[in-house]
């Protein structure tokens, strides 16, 4: 049973600051998941979106990506599905940093 929050009781949201990310990004550089953490970082993109993420969904070219579908995990299984809103289905500009990650990764 989920227990009620009092309105007065939340907590504040606690954020990084840009070099506290910096740190993290740096330290993460050659992780396996280092790609997923930088779009998560610069472009504010949620994990279902990050992981439905296909190469032909992005444009090296314009330096932008297209969020067209996600991946989540249900009881059945691993979901590829259409974002939940029309909204959540966008074009996402891309740092010079971000492509050259990908371009490193997808040669």
Do not use: C
């Not at 998941?33 to 979106?49: C, D, K, N, Q």
Request: charged share 30%; net charge positive.
């Amino acid at each position: 049973m989920r227990s009620k929050v009092n309105a007065n009781e939340q907590k504040e949201m606690q954020f990084w600051t840009i070099e506290e990310f910096t740190k993290f990004l740096q330290s993460s550089k050659h992780h396996v998941h280092y790609i997923a953490f930088s779009l998560a970082v610069y472009t504010g993109m949620r994990r279902g979106e990050i992981l439905g993420l296909r190469w032909k969904d992005i444009d090296f070219e314009k330096k932008e990506l297209k969020v067209i579908q996600t991946a989540n995990w249900t009881r059945d299984g691993l979901v590829i599905q259409r974002p939940k809103t029309n909204d959540s289905i966008r074009r996402v500009k891309l740092f010079q940093n971000i492509i050259d990650d990908l371009q490193e990764r997808y040669l």
